[in-house]
């Protein structure tokens, strides 16, 4: 067998041509420039959602309004319906756009998307506990409260991470202290477990680490759309 019939046999690599590169590289500047972060009406809808589902269930478990406790349940799926409703239409709103197909807004969107997945099955089985776990909670002495209480550090922590993939994926530095604000505000809400003050905690880390963000992130689109 010759030389050159053993060459034939090599596998043959794809390279792409420098006209292709030049392209990549070009499409990799342009979004340099007009990296924009296209997430904070999402931001500043489910931080309103949150905060007010956060704050019927504080009031209810606080014996404020009178309500059997299956009502927090079914508050919590007509508001997460309505704000799963509306990101879908937004979502189709912006499909097509050069920022919606830029790489730094897909990674936004995948990241909070998985995060709001998690959330949602855990939110369930959570308040769902009693049901299928209530007899085992029972005999091992474990508290139904304190286990949904762990649902807000987690919560925030889980914002810390979003935060910070937002952050590189969008080169937005100046989310940075709004990720220490997360852990901060996620170890506030354990060490007050088990107290009407962990809502009222959680509600003021929302604003703080989800809604502002989530304006800032609005007002600098206007601005540079205005600019454009």
């Known amino acids: 067998m010759t030389e050159q019939a053993i060459n034939t046999t090599e596998p043959k690599q794809v390279l ?7 392209a990549m ?9 007009m990296q924009l972060l296209q997430g904070g ?4 809808m489910w931080g309103t959602i949150s905060s007010i589902g956060l704050a019927f269930t504080g009031l209810l478990v606080a014996g404020l ?3 059997p406790g299956y009502f927090v349940m079914i508050f919590w799926g007509v508001i997460s319906t309505f704000g799963g ?3 879908g239409r937004w979502s189709k709103q912006g499909r097509g756009t050069t920022l919606s197909e830029s790489i730094g807004s897909k990674v936004e969107a995948m990241v909070w998307t ?15 506990m009693p049901i299928y776990a209530g007899a085992r909670l029972e005999a091992m002495g474990l508290e139904y409260g304190v ?5 807000s550090p987690i919560v925030f922590g889980l914002y810390a991470i979003c935060l910070a993939a937002t952050s590189v994926a969008g080169r937005a530095s100046w989310l940075r202290p709004y990720i220490i604000l997360s852990f901060l505000f996620s170890a506030l809400t354990m ?14 880390g929302i604003v703080a680490t989800i809604i502002i963000p989530g304006l800032i992130m609005l007002d600098k689109n206007k601005k540079a759309q205005g600019m454009t």
């Open 16 to 22: 792409s041509s420098p006209v292709e590169d030049l």
């Open 85 to 87: 409703v509306m990101s």
């Open 65 to 67: 309004i009178d309500l």
């Open 25 to 33: 590289i070009r499409e990799l500047a342009k979004e340099g420039r």
């Open 147 to 151: 286990l949904f209480g762990m649902m």
């Open 191 to 204: 060490l007050l477990i088990m107290s009407y003050w962990q809502f009222v905690a959680a509600i003021a």
């Open 114 to 128: 998985i995060a709001g997945v998690f959330l949602s099955i855990i939110a369930i089985m959570l308040f769902s």
């Open 41 to 44: 009406k999402y931001l500043v």
